[in-house]
């Protein structure tokens, strides 16, 4: 095996700070897992270095999915999984919204494959982002009222 | 569901629409798509879902961690075990604990065998749609053989529940090995035997050669995985690049075809049922005959029987596991395994409750149904029901 899944973590971190010392906020280290908080003026720039920097090379967005922390603030949370598959390196980006009425940068025109997760999460969560193509609800019906998988929307529904 | 009507897509007067679905039998279940036709070419393909939206998700959160198990199993119905699988591998990272060795191996056996399942009712449903009747029924004759081997194992013949965090349900009962010896020893023939009727079929061959072609590039940025990745050249199988559930243990290939059409998608699956029986084989000689099938994990896993009878301990946890559940440390994970249909990623998130706060569901239908238009568009109408059946969909699984 050689490297090590943390070490190899380590150094992804650390290129993208070197190419811009700005460009995280905080990197998150669990069960052998690391997170690369991002903050959302950079989201865009920081995803493009992945995936074009040869070194890095993450030509894959796995999926991108949704999380409310209601009622604490920064209350949503986005999960970008990302893989390498010519290096075999994964790694997860989070990006922070505040708001009951969040608007956040869309990584389709980056990968083609965020469209339909964006629109999930849009669907769901009520999170809006800026630049997608087609921003409409995917799952439910057009005329739903509400985000289902908010904190405050409940399990059952509105009765 | 959007609101692709008939009247946003119309074109100035030359092209006509026609909508496709969501009741329709060659679309697997409720998927509808929305078709642009210039004559009978396809000139924009628009697919529409959520005709099944059930909200596992939003279930999941309502659940402990052992109960949204069984919401697994529902998310792709022609592959319970593989779900049961991405969802118990994610809790225990989540839980930093592992299964014994000998639920390990159970577990690789009892998937790859759900990968044949699933596959066998691929190319019994795809030969359908093509025209092919009697490969329907040879398949789902085989295929009936796994879920006897699956209700044999775990009581059950579809939603099996069977893998659980930290292990398996029960003990196997005495016997199985044999039976899936039987089973594995008549399959290699019976492909034989599908692939007598097919591979060679020129009209099987005129419907799927140089069909819905896609190029390495458009997969992987669409996200594609599982055979329509591989069949582009691309050889990523979450088995080997980040195996899981000690497949790095077993001697298997992963096949990849550098087409990108129909057919090629056809022989990789078929070729990937053989891969699948040659670790079977591998799984039944490793497995211990005796050995723990649950992680010894006091607080988590639930004792054993005997024990509560004069363990005090004992005792407590089972009544706490039973009527709280467990709470992993607050953290999220995420954790990716290859289903039949390609990459199925679980990410949990805990809040330190016995509750998981956010269960997602990565699944590869979902994904790669994206991709549809892009095999589509430009192409006969005809080839509409070849593409659809090529992307190997569950719509379950697209719209938990």
Known sequence: MGETEESKQDRIAQRVRDWDANAIAEVIEYRGESTLVVPKSHLRRVCEFLRDSPALRFNFLSDVSGLDRFPVEPRFQLNYHLLSIPHRATLRLRLRAHGADPVVPSVTPIWPTANWHEREIFDLFGVRFEGHPNLERLLMPQDWEGYPLRKDYPVQGYR | MAST???????????????????HPSTHGVLRVVLELDGETVVKAVPEIGYLHTGIEKSCEALTYSQAVTLTDRIDYLAPLSNNLAYCLAVEKLLGIEAPKRAQYIR?????????????????????DLGAMSVFLYCFREREDVLKIFEMVSGQRMMTSYFRIGGLALEPPPGYLDRIKRFVDLMPSRLDEYEDLLTRNRIWLSRTKGVGVITAEDAISLGVTGPTLRSTGVDYDVRKY???SRYDEFDFNVPISTDGDCYSRYVLRVAEVRESLKIVRQAMAKIPAEGPIKADAPGIIAPQREKMKIEMEALIYHFKIYTEGFSPPPGEVYHRIESPRGELGVFVASDGSPKPYRVKFRTPSFVNLQALPKMIEGRLIADVVTCIGTTDIVLGEVDR
């Open chain 2, 108 to 128: 690789v056996l009892l998937t790859e065998l759900t990968r044949i399942a699933s596959h066998l009712v691929w190319i019994g449903t795809h030969a359908i």
């Open chain 2, 5 to 23: 009507t008939i009247n946003t897509l119309t074109g100035p007067g030359k092209t006509m629409v026609l909508n496709m679905g969501p009741q």
């Open chain 2, 242 to 244: 980040f195996p899981y």
